[in-house]
T-cell receptor, first 117, second 113 residues
C-alpha cells in the first residue's frame, strides 16, 4: 500500500513553454501533498504544501506564479512550471500524506526529471 | 528551527562490511525521525522510522534507534550488499498530520565487491 505515482517520469521542453507534472496517490486518500525540488547531489528542498481544495502554501523564495500547484482531489495534485527556463531544470518529487487514521508518514513519488533547453 | 545533520559522504564499503551513517538533529518538541533511501534516478523510499524516544526502527536489515539524550538517529546495518548502494537521507517531522519534513543533506553509500 501507500503508492504514489508521478507522470511524466521525465520531460524535455523548450524555454518559454509550460510543463505540467501530475502526482497521484494510488491506494489512499492524500489530504496533503508536498512538492520538492532536488538539485544534483543535494538534498530535497520543499517548495510548497497543498491541501485538497485549498490554495497551496509556498515556502519562502518559491515563486507561486511560476510554480502553479493545484490539488483538485484527494488523489491528485499537479505542479505546472510556467514559462520554463533552463534554470528550472531539476528533479521534482512529490509526496503524499493521508489522514491520521492512515498514517503520519509521507510517501514519495518516483520523481520527474525536467530538462529545459 | 529544526535541522538535521548527517555525516558527509561518500561512504565506500566492501560487501559484508558493517555500516553506520550518523545522524543528529535539533528540534523543538518531540519529532518523529525517518530514514529514506534514494536509488539512482528514483524518488525517495521510506526505509524506517521511529516516533518516540528509545523506539527502534528496522527494515531490510537496517536499524536506527531514537536517542533523545544524544539527539541522534544513527543508521546501522550489520552486513551491506552491493544492492544497498544508494543515497540515504535522515529526516524529521514535527509530528501530527501534514507535518513538513526536514531533511539532512544525504549520505551516498557505495558498496563494492
Amino acid at each position: 500500500g501507500a503508492v504514489v505515482s508521478q507522470h511524466p517520469s521525465w520531460v524535455i521542453c523548450k524555454s518559454g513553454t509550460s510543463v505540467k507534472i501530475e502526482c497521484r496517490s494510488l491506494d489512499f486518500q492524500a489530504t496533503t501533498m508536498f512538492w520538492y525540488r532536488q538539485f544534483p547531489k543535494q538534498s530535497l528542498m520543499l517548495m510548497a504544501t497543498s491541501n485538497e481544495g485549498s490554495k497551496a502554501t509556498y515556502e519562502q523564495g518559491v515563486e507561486k506564479d511560476k510554480f502553479l500547484i493545484n490539488h483538485a482531489s484527494l488523489t491528485l495534485s499537479t505542479l505546472t512550471v510556467t514559462s520554463a527556463h533552463p534554470e528550472d531544470s531539476s528533479f521534482y518529487i512529490c509526496s503524499a500524506e493521508g489522514d491520521a487514521a492512515v498514517s503520519d508518514t509521507q510517501y514519495f513519488g518516483p520523481g520527474t526529471r525536467l530538462t529545459v533547453l | 528551527g529544526d535541522s538535521v545533520t548527517q555525516m558527509e559522504g561518500p561512504v565506500t564499503l566492501s560487501e559484508e562490511a558493517f555500516l553506520t551513517i550518523n545522524c543528529t538533529y535539533t528540534a523543538t518538541g518531540y519529532p518523529s525521525l525517518f530514514w529514506y533511501v534514494q536509488y539512482p534516478g528514483e524518488g525517495l523510499q521510506l526505509l524506517l522510522k521511529a516516533t518516540k524516544a528509545d523506539d527502534k526502527g528496522s527494515n531490510k536489515g537496517f536499524e536506527a534507534t531514537y536517542r533523545k539524550e544524544t539527539t541522534s538517529f544513527h543508521l546501522e546495518k550489520g552486513s551491506v550488499q552491493v544492492s544497498d548502494s544508494a543515497v540515504y537521507f535522515c529526516a524529521l517531522s514535527g509530528g501530527g498530520t501534514a507535518s513538513k519534513l526536514t531533511f539532512g543533506t544525504g549520505t551516498r553509500l557505495q558498496v563494492t565487491l
